[in-house]
């Protein structure tokens, strides 16, 4: 077993809809599985106005899952990048938005303090074969309760295999 628990940190736009739906499905896996103790589960947003609760949607599909999701939605720092042991985004704009916040600048690269994060997209975890728009975790909020439903269910698959991944590993 590791001597610090494996920080997990979901990405996506604003920390309002899907990462903080994946970091409560996580949590929940974790602690299904009596492995609390050895994850550290955060989530946030590469354009998050710090404060936000989770949407409504995202609110209650997770109550129709049993989950109670109370959240308060923050922006991704760079710091995350090296203080995370895995940082799984939702979709390819997300990791675009990534990429253009850690580019290095007219002063070097941009450096952290340790080991960097293994940065993957989240869909790509339940689909290995994955390619394109399958690669994402839509965003459902023009797409309704079904919208909700379809995006719960893409995220509890991919969780359950980083679970599945992280858990030989920790």
Known sequence: MSARPVGVLFVCYANIVRSPLAAAVFTRLVAERGLAARFRIDSAGVAADAGNPAHAGSVRVAA?????????SRLLRRDD??????VLLLDRLVASELRRLTAGSAFGPIAGSGKPARIRLLASLADPGARGA????????RGGPEGFLAAYQQIARACAALLDDLAVKT
Do not use: Q, R
């Open 64 to 72: 129709d899952h049993g989950l109670a999701l109370v959240h308060s």
């Open 81 to 86: 990048l090296f203080d995370f042991d895995e």
């Open 134 to 141: 399958d690669l994402d975790v839509p965003d459902p909020v």
